[in-house]
Structure formats: C-alpha cells, structure tokens
C-alpha cells in the first residue's frame, strides 16, 4: 500500500492542526491505521490508531483527549486532529498501514507500510 501523509505545517502553542493520510494499492477497509511520530533525537514513538472498521481507536497517554484519530473508507484515508498542541508535540508524523495478522497496534513492526511523514512544529 502506498501512503501519502500531509497537514503538517508551524503552529502556536494550544493551536489545532489536521493531519491526512491517503492510501492507495490495497483495499483499504481491510486493515487498521496507525500514526506514530519522531522527535530530532528520539525513537519513532505510537500516537493513535484505528481499526480498520473505524469503531475501535487506541491513544498514546501523552495525546489522551487533544487527539483524535478518524478514517473516511469511502476516500481512502485517515486523520489526526490535534487539538491543544504543545511545544514538545514538535515531530515528524507518520501514517502507517497495520499488518493484518498482528493483534498490537503499539510498535512499529504492527505495521508494514509507512507514509513520508510530515512534519509538526508548535512554537511556544
């Protein structure tokens, strides 16, 4: 599957910004989403994700109630509003596509294909 992530962009401190990600090559309905994200220095980390029938969504703690995580399977994509952003939610996000036989959903080999990334920026 092909991802193609974007929203990114610079914000203020307690600002809103809305992430896509837009899948291609496999039926997308199939199988779950993830975003993940990577600060300069730091492991690539979980953030939200969101089974492939949209009804169960899983969150880091850190994004617990400024972050939600949505799917449109009629267009083939998957956002991340983020509400509420601080300083230290600065990275780049990644969109990835969940591997259908693995039951997690919180590490990186859960999923199989990832998307460019975009970057986050929230100033302070």
């Known amino acids: 599957v092909q991802l193609q992530a974007s929203g990114g962009g610079l914000v203020q401190a307690g600002g809103s910004l809305r992430l896509s990600c837009a899948a291609s090559g496999r039926t997308f309905d199939n199988y779950g989403m993830g975003w993940f994200r990577q600060a300069p220095g730091k492991e690539r980390e979980f953030t939200a994700a969101i089974a492939e029938n949209g009804v169960h969504t899983w969150y880091a703690d850190f994004v617990k109630g400024r972050f939600t995580i949505s799917r449109d399977n009629a267009k083939n994509t998957v956002h991340l509003q983020m509400n509420m952003l601080k300083p230290e939610d600065t990275a780049v996000y990644y969109c990835?596509?969940?591997?259908?036989?693995?039951?997690?959903?919180?590490?990186?080999?859960?999923?199989?294909?990832w998307g460019q990334g975009t970057q986050v920026t929230v100033s302070s």
């Open positions: 990835a596509a969940h591997v259908r036989s693995s039951t997690g959903y919180y590490y990186t080999y859960d999923y199989d294909s």
